[in-house]
Every structure is written in structure tokens, then in C-alpha cells.
T-cell receptor
Framework: GEDVEQSLFLSVREGDSSVINCTYT??????LYWYKQEPGAGLQLLTY?????DMKQDQRLTVLLNKKDKHLSLRIADTQTGDSAIYFC?????????????FGTGTRLKVLA | EPEVTQTPSHQVTQMGQEVILRCVPI?????FYWYRQILGQKVEFLVSFYNNEISEKSEIFDDQFSVERPDGSNFTLKIRSTKLEDSAMYFC???????????FGPGTRLTVT
């Protein structure tokens, strides 16, 4: 079945890099996404990657995709306290026809000053 | 980035009461989704809506739930007779034709007492 897994917590020091990992199960997913959720707020689209790409860089964000292992990661360079939030990866199986999202459990990133 | 507003931001209701949650996309979009997030849990897909019809729904979306777009603008989620376990954050999302990414509203926190 469809399932997306993430580690629950990550703690890093300000200025270090953060790497948030995600594994998914549906190989039909054409796009994979990263969303950020700050306390009490909605889901903000950070970036996404097309399944025929291995890597995508967008300013401080780098997404790596290993399609063979169904593994996705989000690297945040020079992590700041404002990056503290919950990060969700999501896959969008094309088999659904509606491109609904299947979300991961979310990783709570805590940035220590 | 497309804007989505949701009203109310917080709704408290008694068990057995009906609630209507509203979603208003600022620009014209064709695809609409509802998701929910029970406190501390994953964001779960409820339903997708296209061309004034439900295009896909999850097993959570039972007969107590309904969606409609009554005036071509607002997109509503109705829960006919709320249960305690309906307490959650409800997110509306929109998608444009020709793209795959979804943009989320800030959510409505529903508390059923």
C-alpha cells in the first residue's frame, strides 16, 4: 500500500546543515514534495522534484532523490532558527488519477542557537 | 503562489452538530482537495473535487461528510453529525490544471466537545 515514512525529530545547531530523510513506497509517483509547517500555521510548499531527476537545488535547499531505493532527502544549508518547523514529504501517486498527496509523518526540526 | 483562505480559523462544536468549513481560493482553480490532520498525526487525504464532482475520496470520507462548491467560488466541507474523533485541523488545497503542486490554506481547527 501507499506509505511514506520520516524520522520524527532532528536537532541541529544554527549554521549547520540539516538533512531530513523520507522513504516512500509508490514507484508511480511522478512528483515528490517537501512542505514546511510552522506552529499553528498551514502547509507551505518548499520545493518539489520530478521523478526523472536525481537532484534539485533551490537556494539553501537541496533535494536528492534515489528512485531505486525510493528515498528522498531535503538538505537545508546554513540552518537558521527560523527554519524550526515540521517538515513533511509527500508523494503523489499517478495511479490515483487525482494527484492526491500521501504525506509522511513529518520531521520536527529544532534549530539550536 | 496562489492564495487560499479558510473560514473559520477555529470552530468549536458539540457532538452531533453539523459544521460547514469554507475554503476560498483567490484565483481560479479547477482542482480542490480536503485533508485533515488529527493532533500529532499525519496529514490525511479526505476528498478531491473537480468539475463540480467528487473525483476521489478516502475511507475516512463516509456518509457524514459532503463537499460542494455552491456559488462557483467557495468550496465547502460539511460534516453532518460531528463526532469527538472529528476533532482535527482541516486543510483545503487547490491545484491548477497543467500543474501538479497543491497550495494549502491556513486550515480550520475543529474541536468537537
Amino acid at each position: 500500500g501507499e506509505d511514506v515514512e520520516q524520522s520524527l525529530f532532528l536537532s541541529v545547531r544554527e549554521g549547520d546543515s540539516s538533512v531530513i530523510n523520507c522513504t516512500y513506497t509508490d514507484s508511480s509517483s511522478t512528483y515528490l514534495y517537501w512542505y514546511k509547517q510552522e506552529p499553528g500555521a498551514g502547509l507551505q510548499l518548499l520545493t518539489y522534484i520530478f521523478s526523472n531527476m536525481d537532484m534539485k537545488q533551490d537556494q539553501r535547499l537541496t533535494v536528492l532523490l534515489n528512485k531505486k531505493d525510493k528515498h528522498l532527502s531535503l538538505r537545508i544549508a546554513d540552518t537558521q532558527t527560523g527554519d524550526s518547523a515540521i517538515y513533511f514529504c509527500a508523494e503523489s501517486p499517478t495511479t490515483s488519477g487525482t494527484y492526491k498527496y500521501i504525506f509522511g509523518t513529518g520531521t520536527r526540526l529544532k534549530v539550536l542557537a | 503562489e496562489p492564495e487560499v483562505t479558510q473560514t473559520p480559523s477555529h470552530q468549536v462544536t458539540q457532538m452531533g452538530q453539523e459544521v460547514i468549513l469554507r475554503c476560498v481560493p483567490i484565483s481560479n482553480h479547477l482542482y480542490f482537495y480536503w485533508y485533515r490532520q488529527i493532533l500529532g498525526q499525519k496529514v490525511e487525504f479526505l476528498v478531491s473535487f473537480y468539475n463540480n464532482e467528487i473525483s476521489e475520496k478516502s475511507e475516512i470520507f463516509d456518509d457524514q461528510f459532503s463537499v460542494e462548491r455552491p456559488d462557483g467560488s467557495n468550496f465547502t466541507l460539511k460534516i453532518r453529525s460531528t463526532k469527538l474523533e472529528d476533532s482535527a485541523m482541516y486543510f483545503c488545497a487547490i491545484r491548477q490544471q497543467g500543474s501538479y503542486e497543491q497550495y494549502f490554506g491556513p486550515g480550520t481547527r475543529l474541536t468537537v466537545t
